[in-house]
């Protein structure tokens, strides 16, 4: 069930950008829906009975009938007509919850209009009041392992001697990466609220856009260093012919693939592999063992090429 869950939730994440026409899902009344009900990069729309909860993500909700379960949508709004029922929670992530007279919600309520769609692909499931094992945080999950196959395959087809150098500093100076890594994550994330808070919109948009694309580009690096690095680990001591980096990097994602179906020690440990793997990408200039700012006998100057 996750391949084609996590293929679905792909090829939505593809179709968001230029927006998608495709048609609602939709349950008519008298329908019943004994499983749960997924639109992924389309609307919903309910009229008869869905018994085991329903989700959207990157849609819109329309409930007139009834809902068995949860209600979660992502990237959209949900409508809870007058007489429809949802028996379990509403959580509405990026977009606004209406409720008209009438309608009911028998569990909690919580709406964020706030929030990006993207953030279903980093928040575990606790967070969003799921199960860590509901086909909407496992889908996810799936969809974000298969993402980081990829980023490793392209890293590792252009820069293999780059993610070694990385790796192998992880490997002699762990703490060090972390404390680098939690020095540099700060660091963006004051500089994010102070560009939000204080900075005009001509100045503080393009330094902010510039520094999401530069945190992106470290997490990437140091978490695909940190596959190999968890890869190598693990094979060196089983295998007498040298490591296949490639299989090194799938060994990888898969040990800490399954450690983040595990409730809050995923989020921990990746949480960590992420702080470490950006402070090896800057220690050694993503591999390139070069210092950022060099010094001549005049004092530092900074190093550009």
């Keep these: 069930m996750l391949l084609p869950v996590a293929t679905a939730v792909l090829g939505a994440v593809a179709l968001s950008g230029a927006g998608s026409s495709l048609p609602a899902v939709r349950i008519d009344q008298g329908a019943v829906a004994t499983r749960q009900v997924l639109a992924i990069g389309r609307d919903l729309e309910i ?12 849609g819109t909700a329309r409930i007139s009938g009834s809902v068995g379960g949860d209600l979660v949508v992502v990237g959209g709004d949900a409508w809870i007509e007058a007489g429809a029922r949802v028996e379990g929670d509403a959580y509405v992530l990026g977009g606004r919850l209406h409720i008209e007279p009438g309608g009911r919600v028998g569990g909690r ?52 001697l780059g993610l070694e150098s990385s790796r192998r500093e992880i490997a002699q100076r762990p703490v060090r990466c972390f404390y680098v890594g939690l020095v540099a994550v700060a660091s963006m994330v004051l500089t994010t609220l102070f560009l939000t808070s204080f900075a005009g919109a001509v100045v503080g ?19 695909v260093t940190a596959f190999l690095l968890v890869g190598v680990g693990l094979l060196e001591h089983r295998m007498a012919r040298p490591i296949d980096p490639l299989v090194a990097l799938l060994v990888g994602i898969a040990c800490l693939g399954a450690l983040k179906l595990v409730p809050y020690v995923g989020i921990g440990v990746w949480s960590a592999i992420t702080l470490v793997g950006v402070g090896a990408a800057l220690l050694t200039k993503f591999g390139q063992r070069q210092p950022w700012v060099a010094t001549d006998g005049l004092g530092p100057r900074a190093r550009f090429q």
């Design 47 to 58: 009229a008869g009975e869905a018994l085991a909860g329903a989700a959207v993500l990157d």
């Design 205 to 223: 948009v393009p330094f902010l856009a510039l520094l999401l694309i530069v945190a992106l580009v470290l997490k990437v690096w140091g978490t």
């Design 109 to 160: 309520v919580v709406s964020h209009p706030g929030t990006s769609s993207a953030w279903l692909f980093l928040l575990e499931g606790p967070a969003l009041g799921l199960s860590s094992f509901s086909p909407v945080v496992l889908g996810a999950k799936a969809a974000l392992l298969a993402a980081w196959i990829l980023a490793g395959l392209i890293l590792l087809a252009t820069t293999p």
